[in-house]
């Protein structure tokens, strides 16, 4: 139906949506896999990034690649601070929260409620855009025109996914933290702080999120529900590369990016993400551990 | 000495009718003194959700008119009646802006405005219904709200058969004005009751004015890419694109097709959503350049228009459809209370379809009301020129002349 003249376009444009995916589906990977929690705060503290890149730029003219020494650590401190505050406290004792899920969902579906309506009560729900000098450039490859700030993001989630693999594999941190995700109380006993672990855990993944909110700002915009748009399908990403794996994570988001590009080219883009639905249920399926997940 | 003792008679006297005054009003005569009981009115908008930047601007302007119907002393049959407002949140959602006419109900609203999205308005217009609730549409521009038979349902503004009625209009000039240059199109848009609705309407209709609709492209809401989209009209090569979608989709698919270098001759929207909106002409002039859209808008000669323009800005926001949209629905529903005096909903309802309001500043015809849909109301043709937006058609509210083909892009 359509020749490779549009087809290597629309592969090209997958991977570099599918990088996007990638970048926000680290950070919940690496929270469920330490944590075991389904963090559905993720999407809200997205657009928390968003609107700290946001105002960094249109307050203080700080472009948003140059906004990451400073997006990252800041959103790492809101990570760790919920788990530490709030997360970890929910319930009374501390044991009970690191088991019992539906209760520390609720808690993070509802911090992700707070969170949005408090951006709406002072941000309003205008919608923002920033346009830097960059926005509109673009290379030209022969086969495809690729949008520059789209390329930026591409390179920038396999770099955090590098840095991730390297914290998890080569960090006594990482250590520390695989340690505590397969067995805390061993970990415990090994002289581990574990609640810092957790909190460790919960302020990288939400840093991830800082790291992307710079990614991703110069290509989309961003209002109180912007993180919506990202949240279900870094939920299949997870799930398709395997829930805790870094590299998982990355190829998951890839897979995802060139099958939603693939269906809304044949489809049409309403019905773009059936294909990501489809492999979503058929991870589950045949291979409920996912690509590079590990069984529990 | 005398003159001073004169004066303070004077004043002794003064105080002391003043104070009968005061004491008779307040005492002897309450009904009098006694405010006019203040005349409730639904204001409901989705101000949160997907579409809660129309909400929140559409909700600014419904509140502007009541505190310049207030400042200007109210409904003054009802002896200077103050409008006071019951807001509601449709949160985006059909289900919900209903469950939220039932409390308006509950409160004892005289009339509702509002619902800005047709989706919403099809449910709330329906649920007014049930208790004979006025309802003014404020925007949703979906015929289908107009066409149910709902003797409660107003509409002050134009639906979207007007709409691409005076599109094809407008188009078909501004065409024939070129020496017929354009004769292929591709339509882009949102897959909900708007957008849909608008496309085929569009595609039957186009043919009639020479142009050939090559393929219509449908995507959803929100959507954050549109390299596809922009690839596939690339193909086409045709000599207009016309998008149908809501802001953010409208400026992202702007920006990709200036990324992805697909040129034509003409970029024209029917209601764009960015199209005509400030908003993307300051924050994106070089994609929103040379735009041509028929969508709502003020008669640019009309002071009203421009004073509100002015105050509007001066609150930080920009001066879109929904705002004056909403702005006029008040005052139209101010009028008709005005005739009606009485807050009765049967009255009201009545001065609703009787009405021959004129004071608005909106670029229509004489106001006259055909099953609750304002047959004078009408859309205009719009072109973004030297960072502004224009109106270019019908030629007597007309502040420039269009530019078409556009220039070429850098």
Redesign the interface.
């Known amino acids: 139906m359509f020749d490779l ?2 087809l290597a ?2 592969v090209l ?1 997958g991977l570099m ?1 599918g990088a996007v995916y990638a970048l926000v589906a680290l950070g919940l990977t690496l929270i469920y896999g330490v944590l075991h929690i389904i963090n559905f705060a993720h999407g809200a503290l997205l657009m928390v990034a968003l609107y700290g890149v946001y105002f960094l730029y249109s307050l203080g003219g700080v472009d948003p690649y140059l906004a990451l020494p400073v997006m990252v650590p800041v959103m790492f401190a809101i990570g760790y601070g919920l788990q530490r505050g709030v997360i970890g406290r929910s319930l009374s004792n501390k044991k009970k929260s690191r088991n019992n899920d539906a209760n520390v969902m609720l808690v993070t579906l509802g911090l992700s409620i707070v969170i949005e ?1 408090l951006a ?1 009560y002072f941000w ?4 923002r ?1 920033i ?1 830097t000098p960059y ?2 450039a ?1 290379v030209d490859i022969g086969i495809a ?1 690729l ?1 520059v700030p789209k390329l930026i993001a591409f390179a920038g989630a396999v770099v955090v996914a590098a840095i991730l693999w390297l914290l998890m594999a080569r960090t006594d941190l990482g250590r520390a933290i695989r340690a505590v995700s397969k067995e805390s109380r061993g970990a415990q006993l090994m002289g581990i702080d574990v609640e810092h672990i957790y909190a460790m855990s919960f302020g990288v993944g939400t840093a991830c999120l800082g790291a992307a909110g710079c990614l991703l700002l110069p290509s ?2 961003v ?3 912007v993180g919506h ?1 990202f949240v279900l399908v870094a939920f299949t990403v997870v799930v398709l590369g395997g829930m805790g794996s870094i590299v998982g994570a990355l190829v998951g988001g890839l897979i995802i990016g060139v099958t939603e ?1 693939l269906c ?2 044949y489809l ?3 019905l ?2 059936i294909g990501i639905f489809i492999i979503f249920i058929a991870a589950l399926m045949f291979k409920p551990t996912g690509i590079f997940g590990q069984r529990a | 000495m005398t003159h001073k003792i004169s004066q303070s008679r004077r004043r002794f006297l003064a105080t002391t009718a003043a104070t009968g005054a005061v004491a008779a009003s307040g005492f002897g005569f309450p009904h009098i003194a006694k405010a006019a009981a203040p005349v409730k009115i639904g204001v409901l908008h989705p101000v949160t959700g997907a579409v809660s930047y129309s909400g929140t601007q559409s909700r600014a302007g419904a509140l502007m008119a009541i505190d310049d119907i207030n400042a200007a002393g109210g409904i003054k049959s009802l002896g200077g009646a103050k409008i006071e407002a019951s807001l509601a949140d449709a949160q985006s959602k059909a289900d919900v802006g209903s469950a939220e006419v039932e409390k308006l109900n509950e409160a004892g609203v005289t009339a509702i405005v509002g619902g800005y999205a047709s989706f919403i308005c099809l449910a709330t217009t329906q649920a007014a219904a049930k208790h004979d609730l006025p309802y003014i549409v404020d925007v949703g521009v979906a015929d289908q709200i107009m066409e149910r038979g709902l003797t409660n349902t107003f509409r002050f503004s134009p639906g979207f058969g007007a709409c691409v009625q005076q599109a094809i209009t407008g188009l078909g000039a501004i065409n024939q004005g070129s020496g017929q240059i354009a004769k292929t199109a591709v339509i882009v848009h949102e897959d909900s009751l708007f957008g849909t609705g608008t496309a085929n309407l569009l595609s039957k209709a186009l043919p009639n004015i020479g142009i050939t609709v090559l393929e219509v492209m449908k995507h959803p809401t929100p959507t954050l890419d549109f390299n596809n989209i922009a690839l596939r009209i690339k193909q086409h090569n045709p000599d207009l694109i016309i998008p149908a979608n809501y802001y953010n989709e409208y400026v992202l698919l702007a920006r990709t097709l200036q990324q992805q270098k697909v040129s034509s001759k003409g970029i024209y929207s029917v209601l764009g959503g960015a199209a005509s909106q400030y908003k993307f002409v300051k924050e994106f002039p070089e994609a929103a350049a040379y735009v041509m859209d028929c969508n709502h808008w003020f008669d640019p000669k009309n002071q009203a228009a421009l004073d509100l323009k002015k105050k509007i800005e001066a609150k930080g926001l920009f001066y879109t459809y929904e705002v004056w949209l909403n702005y006029e629905a008040i005052m139209y529903l101010a009028d008709a209370l005005e005739r009606a005096a009485s807050v009765d909903r049967a009255k009201v309802t009545e001065a609703l379809a009787s009405s021959t309001w004129s004071h608005h500043f909106m670029p229509y015809g004489p106001t006259k009301f055909v099953k609750g849909q304002n047959q004078g109301a009408q859309a205009v043709n719009l072109q973004v020129q030297d960072n502004d937006i224009k109106v270019i058609l019908p030629s007597q509210f007309a502040n420039a002349k269009p530019v078409f083909p556009m220039p070429a892009r850098g």
């Not at chain 1, 309003?124 to 919608?127: I, P």
């Open positions: 003249t549009i376009p629309a444009n949506v309506n709406l309003h729900a205008d919608t855009t346009d926005a509109l673009v025109i949008p989309i915009y209002e109180p529900g748009i590009s809304g080219l049409g883009e309403s773009g993400q």
